[in-house]
């Protein structure tokens, strides 16, 4: 029987010191802006959560909603970001945040969240989710909850104040008009404000819109 050789000791590599993230390959050092705004970003994401903010009920409530009833299915594989258009361009913008947030229940972070409002509801991560999360009609239902306790931007009130005053989002200048019809252009169909009010008075959206309600 033959003699077993003795093993030979693994030569262990010391641990190599972490390097800062640069921001191209030539590894430039990373301008003032772009910094504040990694800073601010982290400083977002990692910002301490307090037990108070969970609400163990927000995920139940979403789902009750149409459109929120499979909420719970998300496995947060992140294919509704990686696939959204205005992730793409957003350095905050990211969906599974949101819905991840949701799950965790932390209502008020996601009601009062900026970016909620970003999403132009291309429906792109409904399409495109392997759970069939309805994503896009979630963070819809989100926005609706978050109106129903007044939190509207300033860009929004601006946009439902021309809706109920002229029945249109933008307002087109008298100039504009004059071009359709020299152009051969129909006229622009008539509207109903006073219909639009009414309805807004109903549903409790003038309230909203004014801060008062």
């Not at 050789?5 to 590599?13: G, I, L, Y």
């Not at 970003?118 to 994503?135: G, I, K, S």
């Not at 979630?138 to 129903?148: E, M």
Request: proline share 6%; aromatic share 6%.
């Amino acid at each position: 029987m033959s003699e077993s050789k003795p093993r030979q000791k693994e030569k262990v590599e010391p641990e190599r010191e972490f390097t800062k993230a640069t921001s191209t390959s030539s590894e430039e050092p990373l301008s003032d802006m772009t910094k504040d705004k990694t800073s601010e970003r982290r400083g977002s994401e990692t910002a301490s959560i307090k037990a108070h903010e969970f609400d163990p009920h927000f995920k139940h409530e979403i789902s009750n909603f149409h459109g929120g009833e499979k909420l719970k299915q998300c496995f947060q594989c992140g294919t509704c970001t990686s696939d959204c258009p205005i992730a793409r361009f957003s350095d905050s913008y990211r969906p599974r945040s949101l819905i991840r947030m949701a799950l965790l229940g932390l209502k008020d972070r996601v009601l009062s969240s900026d970016t909620l409002w970003l999403c132009a509801a291309c429906f792109t991560c409904t399409d495109r989710c392997p759970q069939d999360v309805e994503v896009a009609s979630v963070i819809r239902i989100f926005r609706n909850i978050a109106v129903k306790r007044g939190v509207i931007p300033q860009i929004f009130k601006e946009l439902g104040s021309n809706i109920l005053e002229n029945g249109i989002a933008y307002k087109i200048p008298e100039l504009r008009l004059k071009k359709r019809e020299q152009t051969g252009l129909p006229p622009l169909p008539k509207r109903n404000p006073k219909a639009l009010e009414k309805l807004a008075k109903e549903t409790g959206f003038l309230k909203k819109l004014k801060g008062s309600g």
